[in-house]
């Protein structure tokens, strides 16, 4: 099978990659990013996912699959380009997909899509509506994107799509969201709350997409790791300090005195749990994690060590 993976430079992105050619297929990628050291069976360009070079790409190779992972996700990017990349890019991508006769198109998405808020039931499924884009703006854009993925569902129904709504990732790579927060050796909480937070190991995410891949599973999924856990205990057994402070001098402190920086609406994330229920995957894929949320923390502990005191 030939799988073309935009945005196949990013840490994920590569594993995916690696992944996939493993399993016996040919891969291109396509990045805006070099890939320096890529392993022999890749092939990439160097391009905009948005541009004519990009749809050539399509042409030319015909991919059976694609796996849209070309989003930019950094919370500090308010930029026009990044809202550009995101929503304009899957556009791109599903049209070309539409276009070029692609059979079986996976865009990789975030369960950040369903917002925090406290009367936000516990466990969410795939058929909830998404809250993220009034409760927290600066992931509109993904939101947009993840429901334009979706509606190919119906507009494009000769072609397979899958949309994957993954936890947070946490990994020897030290990539994404949750590992950003944890990069520094104090990490702040808001005083009085202790969410709940789901995460899975990095190789697990890459895993399950290349399942995906065989599975050819249309739909809208939910994936998760292993059970979730209180926000204090991944600091602590990730060899980090928690540091509950006030919520307002917590606004004040963030992206000063070592503390990560962390946008307005990502504050209600520090307080309120956001768990997805990820049966309907498992019963699709038989899915399982390897990694234990122990073995997960203890490799990003060990790959992001502090430094002696």
């Given at each position: 099978m030939k799988v073309l993976i935009p945005g196949i430079a990013g840490q994920l992105g590569r594993l995916v990659a690696?992944?996939?050619?493993?399993?016996?297929?040919?891969?291109?990628?396509?990045?805006?990013r070099p890939w320096v050291g890529a392993p022999d069976g890749v092939s990439l360009h160097e391009v905009d996912i948005r541009k004519r070079a990009a749809e050539d790409v399509f042409r030319r190779e015909k991919p059976d699959a694609v796996v849209h992972m070309a989003t930019v996700t950094h919370l500090r990017d308010k930029s026009d380009d990044r809202y550009r990349i995101n929503l304009g890019g899957t556009r791109a991508v599903f049209d070309h997909c539409h276009k070029y006769g692609v059979k079986h198109v996976i865009f990789v998405g975030r369960h950040t899509y369903y917002g925090a808020a406290p009367d936000?039931?516990?466990?969410?499924?795939?058929?909830?509506?998404?809250?993220?884009?009034?409760?927290?703006?600066?992931?509109?854009d993904l939101v947009a994107a993840d429901l334009y993925a979706g509606s190919a569902l119906w507009r494009f129904p000769k072609l397979t799509t899958t949309v994957l709504r993954f936890c947070y990732t946490l990994g020897p790579s030290r990539h994404g969201t949750l590992a950003?927060?944890?990069?520094?050796?104090?990490?702040?909480?808001?005083?009085?709350?202790?969410?709940?937070?789901?995460?899975?190991?990095?190789?697990?995410?890459?895993?399950?997409?290349?399942?995906?891949?065989?599975?050819?599973?249309?739909?809208?999924?939910?994936?998760?790791?292993?059970?979730?856990?209180?926000?204090?205990?991944?600091?602590?057994?990730?060899?980090?300090?928690?540091?509950?402070?006030?919520?307002?001098?917590?606004?004040?402190?963030?992206?000063?005195?070592?503390?990560?920086?962390?946008?307005?609406?990502?504050?209600?994330?520090?307080?309120?749990?956001?768990?997805?229920?990820?049966?309907?995957?498992?019963?699709?894929?038989?899915?399982?994690?390897?990694?234990?949320?122990d073995e997960t923390m203890a490799a990003y502990l060990k790959s992001a060590p502090l430094p002696a005191k």
């Open positions: 690696e992944r996939v050619l493993a399993a016996g297929h040919r891969v291109i990628g396509i990045d805006r936000s039931p516990l466990y969410h499924t795939e058929d909830e509506p998404p809250m993220a884009a009034t409760q927290f703006p600066e992931l509109a950003s927060y944890l990069r520094g050796p104090r990490v702040p909480g808001v005083l009085g709350f202790d969410p709940l937070f789901q995460f899975m190991h990095e190789n697990d995410v890459a895993r399950a997409i290349s399942l995906t891949l065989e599975k050819r599973i249309r739909g809208v999924f939910n994936v998760a790791g292993p059970p979730p856990l209180p926000l204090s205990v991944i600091i602590r057994e990730t060899g980090r300090t928690a540091v509950p402070l006030p919520e307002f001098v917590f606004r004040l402190a963030l992206g000063r005195f070592g503390f990560p920086p962390l946008p307005e609406g990502a504050i209600a994330h520090i307080k309120y749990p956001i768990v997805i229920d990820g049966r309907r995957f498992v019963e699709a894929t038989s899915f399982a994690p390897l990694f234990s949320e």
